[in-house]
């Protein structure tokens, strides 16, 4: 069994892991299957009614364009959760490449990396993306998941460094040496097995900060362009009536609240399992 398996096992036997990812799996559900039972969220079936409050026909209520929140609210979890996926994903690859060549080679390879690396964590990112984002007009959804995860990739190749330096000291990887095994092997075979666990603790608690990362973006316009669901969009809409229809605003709101915190339940069961000195 992998170790990234076994943390999975363990982190499911601690109540927050078990809430954490039953919440999330409500989330998933939800935006995977909603949008068959659901209407349109981008349909404006009396644009001259305006905001209606929750009830039979629109659980959630409506906006002031006579939009149904909980459509768009479950098309905005599809979005939040594609980018918080596809940018993690993304990081992680680049973390884990640059963490494994760096800490088992050693080194100029190691220093350079590092340092380089070090000049990137000096930089805010938030501050590098608005940076970017600000001189486009509009964004496209794929080049935001490319943005998101080609800055958020430098912590976790520190971590993978520290996991190898560790390994490469390890018995069975000095008697592969010994054997003649080429490097990748030991870093393919050897070396990134035994480091997914950490791996995979990273990438689930950057999921909620990747969530709420799109969130802020989209809420200052520089996210996830209309007409496209997001949630931070919703929240940004929601100002308008904030006093006469607060609904619009609060079930967005709670769909990042609920959808973060489930991340991190999980994420901290798991970082629990693969290092209990943590608990």
Do not use: C
Request: aromatic share 6%.
């Amino acid at each position: 069994m992998t170790p990234a398996l076994t943390a999975l096992q363990e982190a499911w036997r601690k109540p927050q892991g078990r809430a954490g990812a039953a919440l999330l799996l409500v989330v998933v559900v939800s935006a995977v299957v909603g949008p068959w039972f659901l209407p349109d969220p981008l349909a404006q079936p009396d644009i001259l009614a305006g905001s209606r409050p929750p009830g039979l026909g629109h659980p959630f209520g409506t906006d002031q364009l006579s939009r149904d929140i909980l459509a768009r609210v479950v098309a905005g979890a599809r979005v939040s959760l594609s980018v918080a996926l596809l940018a993690v994903g993304l990081s992680a690859t680049i973390g884990a490449a640059v963490g494994l060549i760096s800490g088992y080679l050693g080194g100029l390879v190691d220093a350079g990396l590092m340092r380089l690396v070090d000049g990137a964590l000096a930089i805010p990112r938030l501050f590098i993306l608005l940076l970017v984002l600000a001189v486009w007009e509009r964004v496209p959804l794929l080049a935001l998941v490319i943005l998101i995860g080609a800055t958020g990739w430098f912590a976790t190749s520190r971590l993978v460094r520290g996991e190898v330096l560790r390994l490469r000291e390890e018995t069975y990887v000095r008697a592969a040496e010994a054997l003649g095994a080429a490097r990748r092997h030991i870093i393919l075979r050897h070396l990134l097995p035994n480091t997914l666990g950490p791996l995979l603790v990273a990438a689930t608690l950057g999921v909620g900060d990747v969530i709420l990362l799109e969130a802020g973006l989209s809420f200052l316009g520089l996210g996830v362009q209309p007409p496209t669901p997001s949630w931070g969009s919703m929240v940004l809409d929601s100002r308008e009536v904030l006093v006469s229809a607060p609904w619009a605003g609060i079930f967005p709101g709670l769909a990042i609240v609920i959808t973060v915190l489930s991340a991190n339940l999980f994420g901290d069961a798991l970082r629990d399992a693969v290092d209990p000195r943590s608990a």
